[in-house]
């Protein structure tokens, strides 16, 4: 890294071109803190805004027994295409249908039961108004996010959402920045006003993102990524110190369980608690005398097979353990895991 934050000895350094005579860095800084001023006071400026008709968007979309069909031309476009998605990963049904399209054959995959929500800042896109008489002759219930409710869009609509803004934060008040901002903000507020209003959960989340690091830990449970079996250290409380690290070794999970005849933890004894034994009784002691009942910790942490997995690992941070005992209703030893276990599973 060079020492003004760049990259240094890249390989490409000799084809790079010449900055611009008209770069200024710290006209750039300033740029972008009043970009992000103007974008800001937008979004702080709509919600000033809100009042009943936004409820009102709410409950025709929960009313409605199809999607949200979510419509927009150019950035707006790109904006509705990500309200689509929220919508849809977080318990609603939406999909993405471009006006333009729409026009040639697409409008057919709009029915009677949906929602359509347009977007345009201007609320005179050519090819969203053009099929607005359309989507209305179907009796679909009409959204606007809009920054002008007097648009061909917002005289259309059964309720329009006020998107508009004082200025675009583009120098030269053109470029859509701030209009678009307060769209996507519009579309994030709908959403999640709507999971709420669903009871949308978690784990409900976790169901639709699979394949995401949040639905392997709120998917993946402790007996989907515990040890079992045989592979689950466990000593009688009647063995010796040596059987003890024996099984301990053998197993590799640097701890053992200690049972009773009925397999009910009783405690458990690791390493760290060998390595302790020692510095506490000293090189001179002769540890085979010690039976694993002298040793060993009552009442160990220990989780349940059905808990979460991000849940052990809770435990295990809190604790400041790197094993945890798996039990059933009885106390009984089911199953043991690690933090290498979690690790492998991506749930840490």
């Known amino acids: 890294m060079a020492p003004d934050g760049g990259l240094a000895?890249?390989?490409?350094?000799?084809?790079?071109?010449?900055?611009?005579?008209?770069?200024?860095?710290?006209?750039?800084?300033?740029?972008?803190?009043?970009?992000?001023?103007?974008?800001?006071?937008?979004?702080?400026?709509?919600?000033?805004?809100?009042?009943?008709?936004?409820?009102?968007?709410?409950e025709l979309v929960l009313k409605s027994r199809g999607r949200v069909v979510v419509m927009g031309m150019g950035k707006s476009g790109h904006i509705g295409r990500k309200i689509a998605?929220?919508?849809?990963s977080t318990g609603t049904p939406?999909?993405?249908?471009?006006?333009?399209?729409?026009?040639?054959?697409?409008l057919g995959m709009i029915t009677a039961d949906d929602v359509v929500l347009g977007i345009s800042n201007s609320g005179e896109s050519e090819e969203l108004t053009a099929i607005l008489p359309l989507i209305k002759r179907m009796g679909v219930p009409?959204?606007?996010?809009?920054?002008?409710?007097?648009?061909?869009?917002?005289?259309?609509?059964?309720?329009?959402?006020?998107?508009?803004?004082?200025?675009?934060?583009?120098?030269?008040?053109?470029?859509?920045?701030?209009?678009?901002?307060?769209?996507?903000?519009?579309?994030?507020a709908l959403a999640v006003a709507l999971l709420d209003a669903r009871g949308f959960k978690a784990d409900d989340?976790?169901?639709?993102?699979?394949?995401?690091?949040?639905?392997?830990?709120?998917?993946?449970?402790?007996?989907?990524?515990?040890?079992?079996?045989?592979?689950?250290?466990?000593?009688?409380?009647?063995?010796?110190?040596?059987?003890?690290?024996r099984e301990i070794s053998a197993k590799g999970l640097g701890m053992s369980a200690i049972v009773d005849a009925d397999n009910r933890v009783l405690g458990i004894f690791?390493?760290?608690?060998?390595?302790?034994?020692?510095?506490?009784?000293?090189?001179?002691?002769?540890?085979?005398?010690?039976?694993?009942?002298?040793?060993?910790h009552p009442n160990p942490r220990t989780v349940h097979a059905d808990a979460l997995a991000v849940e052990a690992a809770g435990l295990m941070e809190a604790s400041r353990i790197?094993?945890?005992?798996?039990?059933?209703?009885?106390?009984?030893?089911?199953?043991?895991l690690n933090s290498n276990d979690l690790m492998r599973a991506k749930v840490i």
Not at 85 to 88: C, D, I, R, S, V
Not at 275 to 294: M, N, Y
Not at 322 to 328: F, Q
């Open 9 to 58: 000895g890249s390989c490409c350094d000799n084809q790079r071109m010449s900055l611009p005579p008209t770069f200024d860095p710290s006209r750039a800084l300033s740029l972008a803190r009043e970009t992000l001023d103007i974008e800001a006071q937008a979004v702080a400026a709509m919600a000033l805004r809100l009042d009943r008709r936004f409820v009102t968007a709410l």
């Open 85 to 88: 998605a929220t919508l849809a």
């Open 94 to 106: 939406a999909m993405f249908v471009h006006p333009a399209e729409a026009s040639h054959g697409d």
């Open 142 to 188: 009409l959204l606007a996010i809009t920054g002008r409710g007097d648009s061909t869009l917002g005289r259309h609509a059964d309720v329009v959402l006020d998107a508009s803004v004082e200025k675009e934060a583009c120098p030269h008040n053109l470029a859509p920045t701030a209009s678009t901002t307060a769209q996507l903000a519009m579309g994030d």
């Open 205 to 245: 989340f976790a169901r639709s993102h699979p394949g995401g690091s949040l639905g392997r830990k709120l998917l993946t449970h402790v007996s989907d990524v515990m040890r079992s079996g045989d592979a689950v250290p466990r000593v009688s409380r009647e063995a010796g110190l040596m059987d003890l690290m």
């Open 270 to 296: 690791t390493d760290g608690d060998l390595r302790r034994l020692i510095e506490k009784t000293g090189s001179s002691a002769d540890l085979r005398t010690l039976s694993a009942r002298d040793v060993m």
């Open 322 to 336: 790197t094993s945890v005992l798996v039990v059933d209703e009885q106390g009984r030893l089911s199953g043991a």
